[in-house]
Nanobody, 117 residues
Framework: QVQLVESGGGLVQPGGSLRLSCAASGSIFGLRVMGWYRQAPGRERELVAFIINSGITHYADSVKGRFTISGVNAENTVYLQMNSLKPEDTAVYYC???????????WGQGTQVTVSS
C-alpha cells in the first residue's frame, strides 16, 4: 500500500503563487506516475498535471505556462509550483500515484487552494 500526504495549500491573492508537496511512503517501489487532480465545488475532478519517472510531464491546457510539476526521487516527493494563480484555480487539489498509468491507483487526502482577494 502507498500513502500520499499533501501539503502547501492555502489562501492566496490572484496573481500569487503556491507550492504544493506530495510525499509518498509505504510500498513505493514501482510507483511510475505521480500527479495532481483538482476538484472545485459543483465541478468534475480535473487532471492538472502528472510526471512519469522518466521525467516526461503533462499539463492541462488551463494551467500550461503557469504550473510546473517536478519530482525528487530521492525524497519520494512530487511538487506542483503554481504561479499566476487565478480565482478559477480554487479547488481541492489531490495528489495521486500509479504503478502503470492513469487513472491513479493511490490518492492523498487533498489540500484546499483558495485564490481570492
Amino acid at each position: 500500500q502507498v500513502q500520499l500526504v499533501e501539503s502547501g495549500g492555502g489562501l492566496v491573492q490572484p496573481g500569487g503563487s503556491l507550492r504544493l508537496s506530495c510525499a509518498a511512503s509505504g510500498s513505493i517501489f514501482g510507483l511510475r506516475v505521480m500527479g495532481w487532480y483538482r476538484q472545485a465545488p459543483g465541478r468534475e475532478r480535473e487532471l492538472v498535471a502528472f510526471i512519469i519517472n522518466s521525467g516526461i510531464t503533462h499539463y492541462a491546457d488551463s494551467v500550461k505556462g503557469r504550473f510546473t510539476i517536478s519530482g525528487v526521487n530521492a525524497e519520494n516527493t512530487v511538487y506542483l509550483q503554481m504561479n499566476s494563480l487565478k480565482p478559477e484555480d480554487t479547488a481541492v487539489y489531490y495528489c495521486g500515484g500509479a504503478r502503470t498509468g492513469l487513472p491513479f491507483d493511490y490518492w492523498g487526502q487533498g489540500t484546499q487552494v483558495t485564490v481570492s482577494s
